[in-house]
């Protein structure tokens, strides 16, 4: 079927593609999709939502030729398609950008698109895909180094290399998932900008998500799935968030600490926000001068200086890339320092390995679970002890491991912190992400820890696990524990936290209460601009 003949078919039958009764079930037995139909049209933006393990990844697999379907067939207007790859997908016009990066990290940013287009025994087009990366660059708002190696990039940084990987292709059908948890406000707008003109020009896109702002603000339909069904289709101006929470969920979304889906610094008690301010001395966590190099810069961070108190949650707002990795990474052992004081209760912590960093009462929540938090191969017996396998209760004679009592813990935190899994026999990447963060969470919590370091610690879950994550950090501090949040989230950081850092190239651009906060100052101070509109 030529071009035109094809662009004809879709302004007929009015679709892009049709997934009909979609059922998949996978070799273990789960049932990830039950009889899921949904249409994706041209000049269109839609919403897919629904809770970790919903369906929603598995769905968008299938659509871009990672998975086949045990049932069901998916259809075009050219007829039934079925892709045994994901480069039969690129070439029939479906891009997918994963939430988990698909990148060489060896290579650099325009190596990386390039080798996407490669064709065999073709060599690669460095200087066309270099020039084609700069025109996006300029149209999407999203910045790259183009030069650097991927895995000397911030996680926000190699996000968007992905993004702009997919965009380079020009495809009829755009899914992105979870683009935006890593960028800015201005950076969001922008790419939300770039997006509706890809729509007017007649691209279908895919927008997963699980900010129902987002939902309301860039989408035009939204498919909710709940347990691998579709319970929901509607137009987004049709409903409300509350109504679309109550779909992804099965019931209204309670929360322990009473707040609403959508965060807001209005809803924190006043008295809350007062934490912290007017306290003398040093914090739990006491940072003095602190200066720590980048794997890309010679110094990622600027001579800091700040407390966190015990009762207290102390946030960083800021573009990843600024150097909130590194910051972390050299509280928590991972880094050296090159020069400053850090200490945890008066104990300087700096040249410290982790293991003694943790033993100190230090719990760290990693901004990346599959890298730094878990080992996926593991039972989660297995990652529940890790770092703390040496306590006396797990060890037997000759350190031989105590796995009753292990495996009683293990139960122990499945029930304390709602794990979903068959048993702590179960490996860890067979749950979904929004339990593989609460394991996370659970292992470090139970250390009983005076302060948690807790960085990115809701990126890509959904609204119910993601908001139960935010009630334990609530209910950690209300215990008197100090909090670190570092959060790309904006709304999470205002609503959060007591005091606020923005932080903009390794510096602290301001320190404040939330409510002498907004999105716009905020904005302008991640972007390295002053409130008063001095860089």
Not at 90 to 119: C, D, K, P, Y
């Amino acid at each position: 079927m030529s071009e035109s003949s094809s662009r004809s078919a879709i302004a007929e039958n009015g679709y892009f593609l049709r997934a009909e009764r979609i059922t998949k079930i996978y070799s273990d037995g789960t049932v990830a999709l039950r009889e899921a139909t949904v249409e994706l049209r041209p000049s269109e933006i839609l919403g897919l939502l629904g809770e970790n393990g919903a369906g929603k990844t598995t769905l968008t697999k299938i659509l871009s030729g990672l998975l086949p379907p045990t049932k069901g067939r998916v259809v075009s207007p050219r007829g039934p398609v079925r892709f045994s790859s994901p480069r039969e997908a690129l070439e029939f016009g479906i891009g997918m950008v994963h939430q988990h990066f698909a990148l060489v990290g060896t290579f650099t940013a325009v190596e990386n698109v390039a080798l996407s287009q490669e064709r065999p025994f073709a060599p690669l087009q460095l200087a066309q895909t270099r020039a084609k990366l700069e025109t996006l660059m300029e149209e999407s708002g999203l910045r790259v180094p183009l030069d650097v190696p991927v895995e000397k990039l911030a996680v926000g940084e190699q996000q968007r290399v992905e993004i702009l990987k997919v965009l380079s292709r020009d495809v009829g059908l755009l899914i992105l998932d979870e683009p935006t948890s890593v960028l800015t406000p201005l950076e969001v707008d922008e790419l939300f900008r770039f997006l509706r003109r890809l729509r007017d020009e007649g691209k279908a896109i895919v927008l997963i998500t699980h900010k129902l702002k987002e939902v309301g603000l860039i989408t035009d339909r939204v498919v909710v799935l709940r347990k691998g069904e579709v319970v929901g289709d509607v137009r987004t101006s049709a409903v409300t968030a509350e109504e679309l929470a109550q779909l992804m969920v099965g019931k209204a979304l309670e929360t322990r600490a009473g707040r609403a889906v959508e965060l807001s610094t209005d809803e924190i008690p006043a008295h809350a926000r007062q934490r912290g301010e007017g306290k003398q001395g040093p914090g739990v966590l006491h940072v003095e001068g602190l200066s720590v190099a980048g794997d890309t810069k010679p110094v990622a961070v600027h001579d800091l200086t700040f407390d966190v108190y015990g009762g207290e949650i102390f946030g960083i707002a800021g573009v990843e890339g600024n150097g909130q990795t590194e910051l972390v990474e050299a509280l928590t052992g991972l880094r050296p320092a090159l020069k400053g004081i850090a200490t945890i209760n008066g104990r300087n912590i700096l040249g410290l390995d982790p293991r003694q960093i943790y033993e100190l009462g230090v719990a760290h929540i990693p901004e990346d679970r599959w890298v730094l938090g878990l080992v996926l191969p593991f039972t989660l017996a297995e990652n529940a002890i890790l770092g703390v396998h040496r306590w006396d209760e797990f060890r037997g004679p000759l350190s031989i491991l105590r796995w009753r009592k292990i495996n009683a813990h293990v139960r122990s935190l499945m029930e304390r912190f709602e794990i979903q899994a068959t048993g702590p026999s179960a490996p860890a990447k067979s749950l979904s992400g929004g339990n593989q963060q609460k394991l996370i969470v659970g292992r470090e919590l139970a250390k009983d820890p005076a302060i948690v370091i807790a960085s990115q610690p809701t990126r890509g879950l959904d609204v119910g696990a993601a908001q139960y994550i935010r009630d334990i950090l609530v209910e950690m501090r209300d215990r008197g524990r100090a909090i670190l949040l570092v959060s790309a989230d904006l709304d999470e950081v205002l609503a959060l936290s007591d005091r606020v850092a923005v932080m903009y190239e390794g510096k602290f651009m301001a320190v404040a209460r939330p409510e002498e906060l907004d999105r716009e100052k905020v904005g302008l101070l991640m972007g390295g601009v002053g409130v008063g509109g001095k860089a």
